[in-house]
Structure formats: C-alpha cells, structure tokens
C-alpha cells in the first residue's frame, strides 16, 4: 500500500491562506487533492496546521489531518501526520505531495509509486526530476539541479548548475550536458521517514539551503524518477494569477474542442 500525504500550512509570508486560495471555482488544496486522488494511491490526507483547512478539505470529501503548528519542515510534518493516521501497517511509502502544486499530474506521482512496487529494490527515498530546457531555469537559483548517477541515484543538489563546465562558456552549457532540474516531489519508506526527521541540519544543507542534501550527508540514498512534466507551484499572487489565467485558457481550449 502507498499513501499519498499533503502538507498545507496556512501561513505564508507572500501568500497568507494560500491553500484556500480560490482557483476557477476550487480551492488550491481541493485541487491538489482531486489530482492525488486519481493517482495508484490507496490514500490521499491533507496534514495542515490550521482548523480552517482541517474543515474546509473534510467538508469537501476529503480526509485531513490537524497537526502541530511548529514544525521546521513539511517533512516533519509528515511524519507527525502518518503517526496521527496509526502508523497503519503495510505502508510501503509515503509520498509527499506538496499542497500548493494545483496542477500536478497523476503520472509524475504514479512515476514515484512504482519504483516502490517491489520491497527487495525499494529505494530510501525517491523524488523526481525533468530535464533543463532553458537558460533560465539553468540559471535560476529558485529551481535546484540536481546531478543523477547511472543507477539513477541523486549524486548532488544544488542552486547552480553542476557540474562546471571549464571548456565551454556558460551559455553553451546547454548544448554540451544534459541538465536535470529537480521537482520538489518525494517518495520515502515509513522507516526512513521516521529517521530522517531526527537528523541535524547539515552543512551542505545549510549551504544551499536544501533539505535533501542532509539526506544525502546522512548515508541515505535517493532515486530519482525522470519526468517531462512540469511543475507548476504557487508562491506568490503573481502566481496565483498565471494559475488563473492557465484555467481560463484550458476552458477556452476545451469549449473549441467541443464545436
């Protein structure tokens, strides 16, 4: 069994309520939901912070959780939301689905689930990754690169792009390596999980301000699931309104289709 689990905070310093946010009719965390709900998991539960969120995502059908409000990291968070749930028996991973991500696709979470489908090659953790096709994004210190080994095991994260290439200059980079950007989207065994919320903050992750490198500095291993889709998060009202103009235009799309 694998189960997905949500992480929606109420406060945000650029976005207050953000998971409540109203997009085309919905709200972003019932989006969410509804993604995560047609993916091959055998649960889907929202772990927030908030009453608010707690009633809003059960008065939609949908199930959640209410958790401590001081913890450092959506990972923590749910590790306290599984234990909330019982720690139910038979979990072979959970998947973290990040709650301001309205327009995930079921494929880029069914690509985590099954790399856990047999126990005897099940990675620690696993998380996902898409290729670099722009300058931008190669260069954007907000969309972390991360480098993958043969096996497709996570090597190194980081804010710039890895590795250097000392024979090119910079903006040939793109035409001499394939780049992979990292998709905040995580995967790991329960026992895992457990252990990594006892770890210190390491000093890569204080570096580059990464969670998954302490992951890495603790001996954990990652395997990383290869995805073209992108991702689509919401972090400022800037966002919110790209969001909004991204559903009016598949409305539209969708009504030519059907003349």
Not at 30 to 50: E, F, G, K, P, Y
Request: aromatic content about 6%; charged content about 20%; hydrophobic content about 45%.
């Amino acid at each position: 069994m694998i189960i997905g689990l949500i992480p929606a905070r109420y406060a945000s310093t650029r976005l207050p309520g953000k998971p409540l946010i109203d997009l085309g009719g919905q709200s972003m965390i019932a989006r969410v939901v509804r993604q995560a709900q047609q993916a091959n998991l055998a649960r889907v539960v929202v772990a927030t912070d908030d009453a608010r969120i707690l009633d809003h995502v059960r008065g939609f059908g949908g199930e959640a959780v209410l958790t401590r409000p001081d913890h450092a990291s959506g990972t923590d968070r749910l590790q306290e939301a599984f234990e909330l749930l019982g720690s139910p028996a038979g979990v072979r991973a959970i998947v973290n689905i990040q709650g301001d991500e309205p327009f995930i696709h079921p494929a880029q979470i069914n690509a985590l689930a099954d790399l856990f489908a047999d126990p005897a090659t099940a990675p620690d953790i696993a998380t996902l990754v898409k290729p670099v096709v722009s300058a931008e994004e190669l260069f954007s210190p907000h969309l972390p690169k991360v480098v993958v080994g043969s096996a497709g095991q996570a090597l190194y994260f980081s804010r710039h792009p890895v590795p250097f290439q000392r024979q090119h200059p910079p903006e040939h980079w793109l035409a001499h390596h394939r780049y992979l950007r990292h998709l905040g989207l995580y995967a790991y065994k329960p026992a895992v999980l457990a252990q990594l919320t006892q770890l210190p903050v390491s000093p890569l992750e204080a570096a580059e301000s990464l969670e998954q490198l302490r992951w890495l500095e603790a001996g954990f291993h990652i395997r990383c699931a290869e995805t073209t889709l992108d991702a689509f998060g919401i972090d400022t009202p800037e966002d919110v309104a790209r969001a909004r103009a991204f559903l009016v235009n598949n409305e539209e799309r969708n009504a030519l289709a059907r003349v």
